[in-house]
């Protein structure tokens, strides 16, 4: 059963920073690019950044260039997403994602930036 499990989000100031954490299981993690969502209210889903199997590779959304990395470490099965320079526009639910056969996503953690 495949898992998908975001943490690390919550409450900051802007300008400040959040580290998430998207910890999966049931399938082979080190073998897959996983991606980072996003999803603002009254706005669509949104891609923000995502890495190759190795993580040699990474893509960003404009938005978040310069601002947010994206790692992994295959032997935690995790995939992280370093956000600083907070904006208030940043405020999202943030999710992980992997394309099996199937897209998987997790429950999502949220970030808000404010002060």
């Known amino acids: 059963q495949v898992q998908l499990v975001e943490s690390g989000g919550g409450l900051v100031q802007p300008g400040g920073s959040l580290r998430l954490s998207c910890t999966a299981s049931?399938?082979?993690?080190?073998?897959?690019?996983m991606s980072w969502y996003r999803q603002a209210p009254e706005k669509e889903r949104e891609l923000v950044a995502d890495?190759?199997?190795?993580?040699?590779?990474?893509n960003y959304a404009d938005s978040v260039k310069g601002r947010f990395t994206i790692t992994r470490d295959n032997a935690k099965n995790t995939v992280y997403l370093q956000m600083n320079s907070l904006k208030p526009e940043d405020t999202a639910v943030y999710y992980c994602?992997?394309?099996?056969?199937?897209?998987?996503w997790g429950q999502g953690t949220q970030v808000t930036v404010s002060s």
């Open positions: 049931g399938f082979t993690f080190s073998i897959y690019a």
């Open positions: 994602k992997v394309r099996l056969r199937y897209d998987y």
């Open positions: 890495i190759s199997v190795r993580g040699s590779s990474t």
